[in-house]
């Protein structure tokens, strides 16, 4: 999947990514207006929008209409019943290291005043206190 910064971020730093680390599974939904959804989950954005297959809607009262593809915006996402069966720590720790490491620019540049000081001023801290 492609994501943008601000999808990326979320799935790591929310709770977007547990919901990414359920595709392909069947998964109990509840909604915001006491509705229910259960079904595939085909795809998650990096907004938490939930794209779901083989779907049955069961409404307030309780009846059951099946349907194709329904489609979740995130706000109306009340609780993501997660099965017992996944532990979600370890899917959660597999999915972002699947995302890759961020990329950062490594500049060369030479340490200031400043920084050369707090660097031997931490050094002689841990000499005092016999950590080096």
Do not use: W
């Not at 910064?5 to 207006?33: P, W």
């Not at 795809?43 to 929008?49: Q, R």
């Not at 720590?89 to 620019?105: D, V």
Request: net charge positive; with cysteine.
């Amino acid at each position: 999947m492609n994501f943008d910064k601000k999808e990326k971020f979320n799935s790591v730093n929310h709770l977007t990514g547990l919901a990414q680390c359920l595709i392909n599974r069947n998964i109990l939904i509840d909604l915001r207006n006491e509705t229910s959804v259960a079904g595939t989950i085909i795809n998650v954005d990096g907004h938490m929008n939930i794209c779901m297959e083989n779907v049955v809607y069961i409404d307030q009262l309780g009846k059951q209409y099946p349907l194709d593809n329904f489609t979740i915006y995130s706000k109306y996402i009340r609780y993501i019943h997660i099965p017992e069966e996944i532990n979600m720590t370890a899917a959660l720790e597999e999915r972002i290291k699947s995302l890759g490491q961020p990329t950062r620019i490594v500049t060369n540049k030479k340490a200031t005043y400043k920084e050369k000081r707090a660097k031997m001023y931490q050094l002689q801290t841990l000499a005092e206190n016999q950590m080096l």
